[in-house]
């Protein structure tokens, strides 16, 4: 697939660099992201991803904006406010980079939805909002072999992992099971600081990046922690358990598994990057 003059300057920031190259470039405008939630950690790594070139962007979210959005979840405006979230953010994509196809999904994912949505993706991004979805999409990706990142965001601080089929623990691995409900705030209970989006997302969408491209290293056996008062980055090294019930020697979990949870907004991951 030869690049037009078009594609060749808009790219050509990537196309200079040796790890990516014109045939880096071809591989992202040959790959597949689907992400999972069209919020906070969504909105960027959307806007990214569509920026970068990559071919097939698949956007899931079953939510409308609405005013408390926008301050963190940039791919919308004040005139979204109303809209499908999914119908905003492709028209924002759209408008950005029209090489890009995106696929919107306005729904909700769920056991008997997951698998066959993320089938042909080859990259899943976790921009949910929910510890049922996390540990749904969890369990999805490891059962159909897909590489995905998680991500989760509260206050002043943030976290991500990436996990790759045969090459680490999964999110399960670490956080075992979903917390009792109100065991941990959620952002609309304890706030989060908009731009902890951009810094999270816009991470997320560099290891999509990354994976598709097959340059670097990725976030496999670890958790990245950020605190944004102290401008501090954390790497804690994670392992992968062999026990786990659904990526360990022997699981126990076979299908995907509907938790039931209270829905809250860019919920922090159990092991929120304070505790760590």
Do not use: W
């Not at 790890?19 to 909105?43: R, Y």
């Not at 904006?65 to 005139?79: E, F, K, P």
């Not at 995905?148 to 090459?167: C, D, E, N, W």
């Not at 009792?180 to 810094?199: L, S, W, Y």
């Amino acid at each position: 697939m030869a690049m037009t003059d078009e594609q060749i300057e808009r790219y050509s920031r990537h196309i200079i660099l040796k790890e990516v190259g014109a045939k880096g470039q071809k591989k992202l405008m040959n790959g597949k992201v689907l992400i999972i939630g069209a919020g906070g950690l969504g909105a960027p790594a959307a806007m990214y991803l569509a920026a970068a070139g990559v071919g097939t962007i698949g956007i899931v979210d079953a939510d409308e904006v609405d005013l408390s959005n926008l301050q963190r979840q940039i791919i919308h405006g004040t005139a979204d406010i109303g809209k499908a979230k999914v119908k905003s953010a492709k028209e924002t994509m759209e408008a950005m980079n029209p090489d890009v196809t995106v696929k919107t999904y306005r729904m909700f994912v769920d056991s008997t939805n997951i698998r066959e949505l993320i089938r042909e993706y080859d990259f899943v991004i976790d921009g949910t909002d929910n510890f049922p979805a996390k540990f749904l999409i969890n369990d999805a990706c490891v059962l159909e072999g897909k590489p995905f990142s998680h991500a989760g965001i509260i206050r002043f601080k943030g976290q991500l992992m990436t996990y790759v089929p045969g090459k680490g623990p999964c999110y399960r691995c670490v956080f075992k099971n979903p917390p009792p409900k109100d065991a941990v705030p959620t952002c609309k209970q304890a706030g989060v600081i908009g731009a902890m989006g951009g810094v999270i997302g816009s991470l997320q969408a560099m290891e999509a990046i990354k994976y598709l491209i097959g340059v670097g290293e990725p976030l496999t056996g670890a958790l990245l922690t950020y605190d944004a008062l102290d401008m501090k980055f954390n790497k804690i090294k994670i392992k992968r358990d062999c026990k786990c019930a659904v990526c360990g020697d022997n699981p126990t979990i076979l299908e995907p598994i509907d938790y039931e949870q209270e829905v809250c907004e860019e919920t922090a991951s159990r092991f929120e990057a304070p505790r760590s």
